[in-house]
């Protein structure tokens, strides 16, 4: 039977702070981790954090640098998040990718491994359902491809789960891996294999705030004009209707707190966030944007976004159905941290509400991955997935 339990520490020092939060969820565990999922701030050295949590867990252990971790205790930012589990080692692998920028589909090939010889072997222990828990790099621009490739090298219906590491705020460089690797520019992920699939739940409580709008030029992760204008100067006019005039030095909070919503026919259907402005007024976003989509500048109300933690929370539940909870893992974007602010707790208790007394942890985001049966589209933003993990 599958246990997991969380730890947090917000201790400056890299090592003390993951010995620090190991020690607080070991003794919790009641056996020896077999694995773990380790969230710091971008402050500490991920290859110093994960080397420290390996030694003190005697686990693998995967992990990311973040834009704020938590667990069900609460949010900080510039610590130490950690989840413990004791997954049957024979019932998980970990690989990792490097060169996620510019060749993602090589590095889902990479990610993939040998994921035919898994899914035999797990087939002879009767383990029939699998999961993938992805951790990707935030500012590569290619998460979305990564997901899509690794789709095409894994399963029909694999279910991928995960989100994009942050650097808290700075968009500069994030880290990703495992402890057998780990750096900027990579990604890592863990192939669960079970008798019950992981339970995934996803939600995002946004509401459109401006006129409808289409994308006349793209490129990739570029946003350069919307309505044949720099896409900037759409932020700028929504910005002044509001009483904001945009600054270097406020510009970037505004976008992050503002995205785009993406429209499929006339439903909402996800977000993209913007990152950064180029010299031509260009937005650089986290993930793709198609050329002709239409889309608006979105609005998160801080009681939406929490009801929308609920529901996150209980869609994951269900796709349990009747099997107990080991732990939850969440991925939350920065946007919604930076909305709720202080009352980011609320959110956190929104999913405890449906898992009472069961150990959470998670971080926010730059990308939120989830790619299961009926949702086709794999990489949001401004979104909360909540990830729950069968005893």
């Given at each position: 039977?599958?246990?997991?339990?969380?730890?947090?520490?917000?201790?400056?020092?890299?090592?003390?702070?993951?010995?620090?939060?190991?020690?607080?969820?070991?003794?919790?565990?009641?056996?020896?981790?077999?694995?773990?999922?380790?969230?710091?701030?971008?402050?500490?050295?991920?290859d110093?954090?994960?080397?420290?949590?390996?030694?003190?867990?005697?686990?693998?252990?995967?992990?990311?640098?973040?834009?704020?971790e938590?667990?069900?205790?609460?949010?900080?930012?510039?610590?130490?998040?950690?989840?413990?589990?004791?997954?049957?080692?024979?019932a998980?692998?970990?690989?990792?990718?490097t060169?996620?920028?510019?060749?993602?589909?090589?590095?889902?090939?990479?990610?993939?491994?040998?994921?035919?010889g898994?899914?035999?072997?797990?087939?002879?222990?009767?383990?029939?359902?699998?999961?993938?828990?992805?951790?990707?790099?935030?500012?590569?621009?290619?998460?979305?491809?990564v997901?899509?490739e690794?789709?095409?090298?894994t399963?029909?219906?694999?279910?991928?789960?995960?989100?994009?590491?942050?650097?808290?705020?700075?968009?500069?460089?994030?880290?990703?891996?495992s402890?057998?690797?780990?750096?900027?520019?990579?990604?890592?992920?863990?192939?669960?294999?079970?008798?019950?699939?992981?339970?995934?739940?996803?939600?995002?409580g946004?509401?459109?705030?401006?006129?409808?709008?289409?994308?006349?030029?793209?490129?990739?992760?570029?946003?350069?004009?919307?309505?044949?204008?720099?896409?900037?100067?759409?932020?700028?006019?929504?910005?002044?209707e509001?009483?904001?005039?945009?600054?270097?030095?406020?510009?970037?909070?505004?976008?992050?707190?503002?995205?785009?919503?993406?429209?499929?026919?006339?439903?909402?259907?996800?977000?993209?966030?913007?990152?950064?402005?180029?010299?031509?007024?260009?937005?650089?976003?986290?993930?793709s944007?198609?050329?002709?989509?239409?889309?608006?500048?979105?609005?998160?109300?801080?009681?939406?976004?929490?009801?929308?933690?609920?529901?996150?929370?209980?869609a994951?539940?269900?796709a349990?159905?009747?099997a107990?909870?080991?732990?939850?893992?969440?991925?939350?974007c920065?946007?919604r941290?930076?909305?709720?602010?202080?009352?980011?707790?609320?959110e956190?208790?929104?999913?405890r509400?449906?898992?009472?007394?069961?150990?959470?942890?998670?971080?926010?985001?730059?990308?939120?991955?989830?790619?299961?049966?009926?949702?086709?589209?794999?990489?949001?933003?401004?979104?909360?997935?909540?990830?729950?993990?069968?005893?």
């Amino acid at each position: 039977m599958t246990r997991a339990a969380s730890g947090a520490s917000a201790a400056t020092e890299t090592v003390r702070a993951v010995h620090d939060a190991v020690g607080q969820a070991r003794p919790a565990l009641g056996a020896a981790p077999t694995l773990g999922f380790l969230f710091v701030s971008a402050r500490h050295r991920l290859d110093v954090a994960l080397a420290a949590a390996r030694e003190a867990a005697g686990c693998d252990v995967v992990g990311c640098t973040t834009a704020g971790e938590f667990t069900e205790r609460g949010k900080t930012t510039g610590g130490v998040a950690v989840l413990l589990t004791t997954l049957d080692p024979q019932a998980f692998a970990v690989t990792n990718a490097t060169g996620v920028k510019a060749d993602p589909a090589g590095a889902a090939r990479q990610l993939a491994g040998d994921f035919a010889g898994l899914m035999a072997s797990a087939a002879r222990r009767g383990w029939g359902l699998s999961s993938t828990v992805l951790l990707v790099d935030g500012l590569a621009g290619t998460g979305e491809v990564v997901v899509k490739e690794l789709l095409a090298n894994t399963r029909a219906f694999q279910q991928v789960v995960g989100g994009a590491a942050g650097d808290d705020g700075r968009f500069k460089e994030t880290w990703t891996g495992s402890t057998r690797q780990s750096g900027a520019d990579a990604a890592v992920a863990v192939h669960v294999f079970g008798k019950t699939g992981w339970g995934i739940g996803v939600d995002h409580g946004l509401r459109p705030r401006s006129k409808t709008m289409t994308v006349t030029r793209a490129d990739g992760n570029v946003l350069h004009e919307l309505d044949g204008r720099p896409a900037i100067e759409a932020y700028q006019s929504y910005a002044k209707e509001r009483g904001v005039t945009l600054t270097p030095e406020n510009t970037g909070q505004f976008l992050i707190g503002n995205e785009l919503g993406v429209f499929f026919l006339n439903e909402l259907h996800h977000a993209r966030a913007p990152v950064g402005v180029g010299p031509r007024g260009e937005l650089k976003l986290v993930a793709s944007i198609t050329q002709g989509a239409k889309v608006c500048i979105l609005d998160g109300e801080p009681d939406s976004m929490v009801s929308a933690a609920g529901r996150a929370a209980e869609a994951a539940k269900a796709a349990l159905g009747d099997a107990p909870v080991a732990g939850v893992l969440v991925f939350d974007c920065i946007c919604r941290g930076l909305i709720l602010d202080a009352a980011f707790q609320r959110e956190i208790d929104a999913v405890r509400a449906r898992f009472p007394d069961t150990p959470v942890a998670g971080f926010l985001t730059y990308g939120e991955i989830a790619r299961f049966r009926g949702k086709l589209d794999g990489w949001h933003n401004t979104t909360t997935v909540v990830l729950a993990i069968p005893a």
